[in-house]
């Protein structure tokens, strides 16, 4: 278990509709990122926060937004779906900066299947 | 370019080394890493290596930087069953925390 946690575990939704994923953090990690792994596209990153604020873009679609709340947990919302964005979607979390390695500890993901 | 290059597939039998290959981008990346991914499951940390090592060990773990060429490799000793997973590489870029995964190696391990 890395810490992190990511809700649902599982989400079956409609082309066209919107969802939203969230993830919880470690316990003192102040940066989340967000990553999409197809079969097609491998592991892809896309967008990161630290401490509330937006740090990093990655080949997020502008369908797609985030946010990181004061309590750090994160939000990934995912709009107007289309059958390509079925995917494996991981949160990840990592302790301040400056931390020596600066280790991504991994969720267990939200599989996202758009019918 | 941008992206980090790996080999998408190695088979090995059990008990032999298996050596995973990676090619960075960024010569001035900091940190090198390298994660596991089992089964329905997210990554995991395995090993890193900071960029002014050329070499680390970590028990069946052997990882090799070459920065002229930019070259990462990953040695499991004695590979067992267990070890079938997929392997990322990846790069921390010097800008903030920016970190670069390669597509992942699917090493399967035959009894």
């Known amino acids: 278990d890395s810490g992190v946690t990511q809700t649902p575990k599982h989400l079956i939704t409609a082309t066209g509709q919107r969802v939203t994923l969230r993830c919880s953090p470690r316990?003192?990690?102040?940066?989340v990122y967000w990553y999409q792994q197809s079969l097609d596209q491998g592991l892809q990153f896309l967008i990161q926060?630290?401490?509330?604020?937006?740090?990093a873009k990655g080949n997020i679609l502008e369908r797609f937004s985030a946010q990181q709340f004061p309590d750090l947990h994160s939000e990934l919302n995912l709009s107007s779906l289309e059958l390509g964005d079925s995917a494996l979607y991981f949160c990840?979390?990592?302790?301040?900066?400056?931390?020596?390695?600066?280790?991504?500890?991994f969720g267990p993901g939200t599989r996202l299947t758009v019918l | 370019g941008e992206d980090v290059e790996q080999s998408l597939f190695l088979s090995v039998r059990e008990g032999d080394s298996s050596v995973i290959n990676c090619t960075y981008t960024?010569?001035?990346?900091?940190?090198l890493y390298w994660y596991k991914q089992e089964p329905g499951a997210g990554l995991q940390l395995l090993t890193y290596i900071f960029s002014n090592m050329d070499m680390k060990q970590d028990q069946r773990l052997t990882v090799l930087l070459n920065k002229k060429d930019k070259h990462l490799s990953l040695r499991i000793a004695d590979t067992q069953t267990g070890d079938s997973a997929i392997y990322f590489c990846?790069?921390?870029?010097?800008?903030?925390?920016?970190?670069?995964f390669g597509p992942g190696t699917s090493l399967s391990v035959i009894p």
């Open positions: 990846a790069e921390r870029r010097t800008s903030y925390d920016k970190v670069i």
């Open positions: 316990s003192g990690d102040l940066s």
């Open positions: 926060y630290y401490n509330g604020e937006e740090r």
């Open positions: 990840a979390s990592s302790p301040p900066s400056g931390h020596s390695y600066n280790e991504q500890f």
């Open positions: 960024d010569s001035s990346s900091t940190y």
